[in-house]
């Protein structure tokens, strides 16, 4: 590169600083056996389907977008039927979402790292606020593994 080390490290260090570098521990999506999913919806209100989704162990990130779709979330988990059954229970039953359209990512060209969060606090209330784990149709005929947060949850990975 044409620069010292110490200037390098003085380069690095303000990178940091300022928030632009960080080091992000997770999983290779291409190692593990989970299933990466985006869901491209129209929300009337993107910040609340952002928040509704902000403690939830499947939810990866969610990005506002520009164009027909307004809002791009990444979910991940070790059963496609539960993320369909979160999607169905918490996103399609929405007033105000419309056009949603699920895509299942089935590989990746280069080694694809995201933050899957192991460490889960208990709670009686779900992270989506919703508050029916326990009752919800799709968990009590088995279309859905359940929330790990609730202990409401019949998967293996969390």
């Known amino acids: 590169m044409g620069i010292s080390q110490p200037s390098v490290g003085v380069r690095l260090r303000k990178l ?3 928030g632009a570098l960080s080091f992000l521990i ?3 999506f291409k190692k593990i056996d989970l299933h990466l999913v ?15 989704f902000r ?28 993320i369909d059954s979160l999607v169905d229970a918490h996103i399609r039953s929405r007033s105000d979402v419309e056009d949603v359209e699920v895509n ?3 590989t990746s060209y280069k080694n694809l790292i995201f933050p899957v969060r192991m460490k889960i606090e208990r709670s009686d209330t779900p ?3 919703d508050g029916r784990c ?16 609730t202990g409401h949850y019949r998967g293996n990975f969390w």
């Open 38 to 52: 985006n869901v491209e919806l129209f929300a009337k209100n993107s910040t609340e389907i952002l928040h509704r």
């Open 55 to 82: 403690g939830c162990p499947y939810f990866l990130n969610g990005f506002v977008v520009s164009g027909k779709r307004n809002l791009s979330l990444f979910f991940v988990g070790e059963d496609l039927t539960t």
């Open 104 to 106: 299942v990512v089935l």
């Open 127 to 129: 992270p989506c606020g």
């Open 26 to 28: 997770g999983m290779n």
């Open 134 to 149: 326990g009752t919800c149709p799709y968990y009590l005929k088995g279309r859905c593994l359940g929330c790990p947060v």
């Open 16 to 18: 940091k600083e300022k």
